[in-house]
């Protein structure tokens, strides 16, 4: 079985969403190896997405990412981080197919609901980022 990091993002989280949310992903057919509600300082932040400094929303994001508690979390499945990126569909809601967790639940490109690894190198790297080899 194959690995990835999802994160419930502040606005899911803020809006009473990310139950509803884990069960869009269960029922998707990732079950949920690691779990915490964590609160994300501008350090924290703005390592996890480091890839993105420079670019025009790097501090935007920086900000929401810390403007709340996310909810980050080892899912694992078959082939689990392509899965994924398509359980949560495009970036921007607005392209995002219907039914998938940004379609239903994201206001915006930039509150976006949820995050996930884009590789499995990178699943690596973020689930490292908030577990240890000994949660998950
Ligand atoms: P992804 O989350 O679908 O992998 P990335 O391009 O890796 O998308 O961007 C990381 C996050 O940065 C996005 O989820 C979104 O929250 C934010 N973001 C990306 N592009 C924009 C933009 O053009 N405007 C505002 N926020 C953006
Ligand atoms: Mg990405």
Redesign the pocket.
């Known amino acids: 079985m194959d690995q990835t990091l999802a994160i419930i993002k502040p606005d899911a989280v803020g809006s009473g969403n990310a139950g509803k949310i884990i069960a869009h992903l269960e029922n998707s057919g990732f079950s949920i190896k690691a779990i915490r509600l964590a609160v994300l300082n501008r350090e924290q932040a703005g390592d996890f997405?480091s890839v993105?400094e420079g670019k025009p929303?790097y501090k935007?994001?920086v900000d929401f990412m810390t403007s709340g508690p996310v909810m980050p979390m080892v899912l694992e499945a078959d082939a689990a981080v392509e899965k994924l990126r398509g359980v949560i569909g495009a970036?921007d809601p607005a392209e995002a197919a219907e039914g998938t967790v940004r379609n239903l639940y994201a206001e915006s490109?930039?509150r976006?609901a949820i995050?996930?690894s884009?590789s499995d190198e990178n699943a690596q790297v973020e689930i490292g980022f908030f577990f240890s080899p000994n949660e998950c």
């Open positions: 997405y993105h929303f935007g994001l970036t490109k930039g976006n995050h996930a884009d």
